[in-house]
């Protein structure tokens, strides 16, 4: 017998912690492999965690609505099977709590700035349990990174027809277009690291890389025809111009984690409220960025009160819900609104008064931020600040080398108007704030 521990995974970039919104399984339960056993939230996105061993559970990180780190332990099971430390070749954790073997060629790929520093690996690799009836090997059975290419013309291995395959493998191998029928495996079931081998084998890609798909001519209406026309003619009338920033938002996140740990009913707070409060604060020294702009009467009308403009993906696309006064709220306010005109406008049950009278637009794609970009203005706004996503990257403080949780904001700003100098200055007051947690709060 020996205890294997799930570590919780990376899983999105910029994540730290997730809330644990269901448990599939209880201390004492046997489970297989592959098995669901806990959904995991975080800003984004619900993510299903499978269990990589059979086993029985001995041990929960915690309750419903608890936060996990990521990296530290999510379920300890008391296995049957021998877990060793891996020799050379390193599994990566994914998303759903399988794991795919590392290739030699994975690991000639340099490692990214999101990923530093690395994420956490499993603690060992299994070595199977020759099943009943089955004869016992004086080895043991050769991992995916020490098994042969699986060439269909070799013998040995068996196809999906004699194996079994969990749920998640044939639900993988449907995503990536493969026949289970054409995978070897030399165990009693065609596993993850089957299919990563499958598709080593194949040159990374299945067939061409994916089913052909026949043309399809879509309409351009309604609401998406609405967005064509406003993103043709702010750019066609506005001459914009971005600025980026970096932002080091690492006492920031602790701020938040800390914050939600001890929110009671309050709704869990993501970035975007505390990046609202900045706004609100900085707009104050510098109004001309909360502005909104008549080019055909030539005026300009600096507003006083900051309503907000919150970019939100619906099924129709894209609509920009207001949050009104949004300088005098607090960071829980704006949190709930953030929910609430959200879940509104992907219903289709955001009123006219809520999609208009914006003064200066947020717009964020979380973790799939990218690195920069160029946001386009809201007309008649005159400025957008498009939100990146969070890195764990060296950072250079006090000439020491430090993992830093950094965050680029993108400006765009209606040159007709508003100068660089206007644009660099708000961007600094922000970053003056965000970087300093006290003094936003306060």
Same mark, same amino acid.
């Given at each position: 017998m020996a205890m294997f521990s799930f570590k919780l995974p990376d899983i999105g970039e910029g994540i730290a912690e997730a809330e644990i919104v269901a448990w599939h399984v209880k201390v004492g339960d046997r489970i297989e492999e592959d098995q669901q056993i806990a959904d995991m939230m975080t800003d984004k996105a619900t993510v299903e965690m499978e269990s990589p061993v059979a086993g029985t559970v001995r041990k929960l990180a915690g309750e419903v609505g608890d936060q996990v780190a990521i990296g530290s332990v999510l379920v300890e099971i008391e296995t049957e099977a021998v877990v060793e430390a891996p020799e050379s070749k390193a599994e990566q954790p994914l998303g759903d709590g399988a794991v795919h073997a590392s290739s030699a060629m994975a690991?000639?790929?340099? @490692?990214?700035?999101? #990923?530093?520093?690395?994420?956490?690996?499993?603690?060992?690799?299994? &070595?199977?349990? +020759?099943? *009943?009836?089955?004869?016992?090997?004086?080895?043991?059975?050769?991992?995916? @990174?020490?098994? +042969?290419?699986?060439?269909? #013309?070799? /013998?040995?291995?068996r196809g999906v027809s004699k194996a079994l395959a969990s749920p998640a493998v044939r639900q993988r191998a449907r995503d990536l277009g493969i026949e289970l029928a054409q995978?070897?495996? @030399?165990?009693? %079931?065609?596993? !993850? /690291?089957? =299919?990563?081998?499958?598709?080593?084998?194949?040159?990374?890609?299945?067939?061409?890389?994916?089913?052909? %798909?026949?043309? *399809?001519?879509?309409?351009?209406?309604?609401?998406?025809?609405?967005?064509?026309?406003?993103?043709?003619?702010?750019?066609?009338?506005?001459? !914009?111009?971005? =600025?980026? *920033?970096?932002?080091?938002?690492?006492?920031?996140?602790? &701020?938040?984690?800390?914050?939600?740990?001890? %929110?009671?009913? !309050?709704?869990?707070? @993501?970035?975007?409220?505390?990046?609202?409060?900045?706004?609100?604060?900085?707009?104050?020294d510098w109004p001309m960025l909360n502005a909104t702009f008549d080019d055909e009467a030539m005026q300009l009308t600096r507003h006083g009160a900051m309503h907000l403009g919150m970019a939100t993906q619906t099924p129709g696309g894209l609509m920009v819900p207001v949050i009104r006064d949004a300088q005098a709220k607090s960071v829980w306010q704006l949190a709930s609104e953030i929910g609430r005109l959200a879940d509104a406008a992907r219903s289709g049950k955001a009123t006219r008064d809520e999609l208009s009278g914006s003064t200066i637009t947020l717009s964020s794609l979380g973790p799939m931020g990218g690195v920069t970009s160029t946001p386009v203005i809201n007309r008649p706004e005159v400025a957008i600040i498009a939100v990146n996503k969070v890195q764990l990257l060296p950072f250079i403080r006090d000439g020491e080398i430090e993992a830093r949780k950094m965050m680029n904001l993108s400006l765009s700003c209606d040159h007709r108007v508003v100068d660089g100098w206007d644009a660099a200055n708000f961007l600094q007051a922000m970053k003056a704030l965000i970087e300093n947690p006290i003094r936003l709060l306060s």
């Open positions: 690991e000639e790929i340099p @490692t990214s700035a999101t #990923s530093f520093p690395l994420p956490p690996e499993r603690e060992g690799k299994r &070595t199977a349990k +020759p099943s *009943e009836g089955e004869g016992l090997s004086d080895k043991a059975a050769p991992t995916a @990174t020490d098994r +042969p290419s699986p060439d269909p #013309s070799r /013998s040995g291995g995978v070897k495996t @030399t165990s009693d %079931r065609i596993r !993850h /690291s089957d =299919l990563d081998a499958y598709l080593l084998y194949n040159g990374g890609s299945v067939a061409g890389g994916g089913p052909r %798909r026949a043309d *399809e001519t879509v309409k351009v209406v309604g609401l998406r025809r609405k967005i064509a026309e406003n993103m043709a003619e702010s750019k066609r009338r506005i001459p !914009h111009f971005t =600025l980026v *920033e970096q932002f080091d938002v690492t006492d920031l996140e602790a &701020t938040r984690a800390m914050m939600n740990g001890d %929110r009671g009913a !309050h709704p869990k707070l @993501t970035l975007l409220p505390f990046l609202i409060t900045a706004m609100g604060k900085a707009v104050a």
